[in-house]
């Protein structure tokens, strides 16, 4: 999953002291890691893409054609998930040109550096979004 290999890829941001909150050095960090990540992403896609395209191969054992459906289709559900994680990072991206990366949507408030290394498409505090997931339960009963 990208969230591993974000751990991975950059090691978390330290402020320096006294360093200000969203400074230019803290955004070029955050971009840099949604870039790399996005990317990355992107390459995935198409490579299966032409993985998809090169093995599209018709099975006469009816267990062999399902097999290949069932991976297709997982496969599928995978591209999918990223495609849309793609589209949360062009919006935090979008949000750092604006200004408003690391704010929360809801509250305004900081949505903190820690939060943002473990997830840097967030864009509630974690006090706003545990609220949001406490009111998503209540409804789902």
Same mark, same amino acid.
């Given at each position: ?42 390459? *995935?896609? /198409? #490579? ?5 395209? $090169? &093995? @599209? ?22 591209? *999918?998930? /990223? #495609? ?5 990072? $062009? &919006? @935090? ?25 473990? #997830? ?22």
């Amino acid at each position: 999953m990208p969230d591993d290999t974000l751990q991975k890829q950059f090691p978390p941001y330290v402020p320096e002291k006294g360093e200000e909150y969203m400074s230019e050095k803290q955004l070029a960090h955050f971009r840099s890691m949604l870039e790399s990540v996005k990317r990355e992403l992107a390459g *995935d896609i /198409e #490579r299966t893409v032409h993985t998809m395209q $090169d &093995e @599209a191969t018709a099975f006469a054992d009816p267990n062999d054609r399902a097999s290949q459906e069932s991976d297709i289709a997982l496969e599928l559900r995978n591209r *999918d998930r /990223e #495609r849309k994680l793609i589209k949360k990072i $062009d &919006e @935090a991206i979008g949000r750092i040109n604006a200004g408003e990366y690391g704010y929360c949507d809801s509250c305004g408030v900081e949505i903190g550096l820690k939060r943002l290394e473990a #997830r840097p498409t967030a864009t509630l505090c974690i006090d706003c979004k545990t609220l949001e997931e406490m009111r998503e339960r209540q409804v789902a009963k």
